[in-house]
């Protein structure tokens, strides 16, 4: 692999593994929702379904880049990075609860 193949594949990459844990937390927040029934998690369903939409726009900017041959920016891979991030510190947060 090459290093012009690698920042398009990690973040492809990265992009699926955030659209994955977006689709888990709003089907456990969605699961918790009807068993009680509080606003609160109804918001976290909210906040999970607009994280997915982002992320598939995000995923969508990166093949259309890949695509049309324009040059990637890493600045792109840190956004999704942090998203990571705070994808998988909420989805601790979520399951050990």
């Not at 977006?22 to 918790?32: M, V």
């Not at 379904?49 to 792109?76: A, E």
């Not at 942090?82 to 399951?95: C, D, E, M, Q, W």
Request: aromatic share 10%.
């Amino acid at each position: 692999m090459t290093s012009t193949t690698i920042l398009p594949t990690l973040m492809i990459t990265i992009s699926i593994i955030n659209i994955v844990l977006c689709l888990i937390l709003a089907a456990i927040y969605f699961k918790s929702y009807h068993k009680i029934k509080i606003k609160f998690t109804l918001g976290l369903i909210i906040f999970a379904l607009l994280l997915l939409i982002s992320n598939i726009f995000d995923l969508r900017g990166v093949l259309f880049m890949i695509t049309n041959n324009i040059p990637l920016q890493t600045i792109y891979m840190h956004e999704g990075v942090i998203k990571l991030i705070a994808l998988l510190s909420l989805f601790h947060i979520t399951i050990r609860n």
